[in-house]
């Protein structure tokens, strides 16, 4: 079975981040994936933002190192990610990402706030695979939360497969 380390910021059940974290979830372990979610709001932002040692943020860097591959979304207004993401890449050891592949999850209202996605990985990370970017409109609002539309799922579904094959050492189909 393959590991894979979902980094997500703000994954709200009600947001639309947190609607991406809940289908990648899905397709991760439809395709016999392990997840290990990873929250930036879920660690002290103080020790994010001043370098402090935390066990939290240190069992996090763990998750990463002992993940084969890794997931990061973030939201249309931080291509780049958040302060605290980026505070935490800053401070995740290299050897934990180097060779593995990575890749990003942005969504947004233009294709344009796709720009950077994923730039915020790219001196860290062994592979990063070409951003995932889902518009807003692929989002529909059902009661009180966002519910990803089947063209958006479709497309995370084959980045999904893409990230597996490639953190499973297993072949890629060349699109013809």
């Not at 290299?94 to 990985?121: H, I, N, Y």
């Not at 609002?141 to 893409?162: F, K, M, T, Y």
Request: charged share 20%; glycine share 10%.
């Amino acid at each position: 079975m393959v590991h894979i380390a979902l980094i997500t910021g703000r994954p709200s059940q009600r947001s639309r981040g947190g609607e991406i974290a809940r289908v990648l979830r899905r397709e991760l372990r439809g395709v016999n994936a392990g997840v290990a979610a990873i929250e930036m709001d879920g660690l002290p932002h103080s020790a994010l933002l001043t370098g402090c040692a935390d066990p939290h943020v240190q069992r996090s860097f763990e998750t990463v190192a002992a993940a084969d591959a890794v997931v990061v979304v973030t939201p249309r207004y931080e291509p780049s990610g958040s302060a605290p993401l980026r505070a935490w890449l800053g401070d995740l050891p290299r050897s934990a990402v180097e060779d593995k592949a990575v890749l990003p999850v942005g969504f947004g209202a233009l294709r344009s706030q796709a720009t950077g996605l994923g730039r915020m990985l790219a001196h860290e990370a062994g592979t990063v695979l070409p951003g995932c970017f889902l518009y807003d409109r692929w989002f529909r609002r059902r009661l009180d939360r966002w519910r990803l539309q089947p063209n958006g799922v479709a497309l995370l579904a084959d980045a999904v497969a893409e990230l597996r094959a490639m953190a499973s050492g297993a072949p890629q189909a060349v699109a013809s």
